[in-house]
């Protein structure tokens, strides 16, 4: 079966830009997640989905962050504008919904972002 | 509050010993699962283990080992006969299904602790 799936795995781009990071969960898990991984602050929850309805977007850093689950496998994060300290590596994350069996969270390849 | 803590920042180690990476945890709940991943250079955060708070037995696999302590709170990642390979930033996490503040079922990570094992 296949994994997490992410894209870009990198992306470059210029200050003021719009970003778009995109997911597809594995098949038949109910729950994703976004996290953001930089030095300084490690691994941070920004957002997670329930059957693609955002549960808890406490952790989204302020208004220029989006993310959006229009369906069941597929999922967006979007910055707009970018700017230089959102720089970091973004995962995507899924797992099945609640259970014994079933609460362990697989995570993508990660997306490389740096904004110039 | 809930917490995971991996004191070691950063551990460097010559192929073939045996190193143990530290990780303590905080939590009300009863009911709970601790986690390990491995960050290898590449990137990829790599699921190792999962644990439920109501198993304590200890768990092998091939070189790698755990050691689950409700008493100490710990559940610590003990790599036998280390390997350059096994250089990487591991991770533990802890997951409770406490209604806490909109967290509940997260995963709440450590810091890491990265190993450095060389030839």
């Known amino acids: 079966d296949a994994g997490v799936i992410q894209s870009p795995r990198h992306e470059v781009t210029e200050m003021g830009q719009e970003v778009t990071l995109r997911c597809k969960p594995i098949?038949?898990?109910?729950?994703l997640f976004w996290y953001r991984q930089t030095m300084m602050r490690g691994l941070e929850l920004l957002i997670y989905f329930n059957n693609n309805v955002p549960i808890d977007d406490s952790g989204m850093p302020e208004d220029r962050f989006s993310a959006k689950m229009p369906n069941a496998s597929f999922s967006t994060l979007k910055i707009q504008p970018s700017e230089p300290r959102d720089s970091a590596v973004y995962f995507c994350?899924?797992?099945?919904?609640?259970?014994?069996?079933?609460?362990?969270?697989?995570f993508g390849p990660g997306t490389r972002l740096t904004v110039l | 509050a809930q917490k995971v803590t991996q004191a070691q920042t950063e551990i460097s180690v010559v192929e073939k010993e045996d190193v143990t990476l530290d990780c303590v945890y905080e939590t009300r709940d009863t009911t709970y699962y601790l986690f390990w991943y491995k960050q290898p250079p590449s990137g990829e955060l790599v699921f190792l283990i999962r644990?439920?708070?109501?198993?304590?037995q200890n768990e092998i696999s091939g070189r790698y080992s755990w050691n689950f302590q409700k008493s100490t709170s710990s559940f610590n990642f003990t790599i036998t006969a280390s390997q350059v390979v096994d250089s990487a930033v591991y991770f533990c996490a802890l997951r409770t299904l406490l209604l806490d503040g909109g967290s509940q079922g997260n995963l709440i990570f450590g810091k890491g602790t990265k190993l450095s094992v060389k030839p």
């Open positions: 644990r439920n708070s109501f198993d304590e």
């Open positions: 994350a899924s797992r099945a919904g609640t259970g014994v069996m079933t609460d362990t969270q697989y």
């Open positions: 098949s038949g898990h109910d729950y």
